[in-house]
């Protein structure tokens, strides 16, 4: 928006609007016991920035983490 490039900004939010969907879908703590922690932190993974798992609380199954990473990636081409 600095720049003036409305349509980028506009891209860029609805992007990252679908990525807060996707983790509060995956990590919905009122109905599973997740956190949006364990999925930030599997984001991080994913960058290359080890910050370990979710101590406490459940954590989400590698079935769940392959599925949030097809979305994620689906989500911000």
């Given at each position: 928006m600095d720049k003036g490039d409305v349509a980028r900004a506009r891209q860029l939010q609805s992007?990252?609007?679908?990525?807060?969907?996707?983790?509060?879908?995956?990590?919905d703590c009122a109905s599973r016991g997740y956190n949006i922690?364990?999925?930030?932190?599997?984001m991080l993974s994913w960058q290359g920035i080890q910050v370990g798992r979710q101590r406490t609380g459940k954590r989400l199954s590698d079935?769940?983490?392959a599925k949030m990473k097809a979305e994620l990636t689906e989500a911000v081409k």
């Amino acid at each position: 928006m600095d720049k003036g490039d409305v349509a980028r900004a506009r891209q860029l939010q609805s992007q990252a609007d679908k990525v807060i969907e996707i983790l509060i879908r995956y990590c919905d703590c009122a109905s599973r016991g997740y956190n949006i922690t364990e999925g930030l932190k599997v984001m991080l993974s994913w960058q290359g920035i080890q910050v370990g798992r979710q101590r406490t609380g459940k954590r989400l199954s590698d079935d769940e983490i392959a599925k949030m990473k097809a979305e994620l990636t689906e989500a911000v081409k």
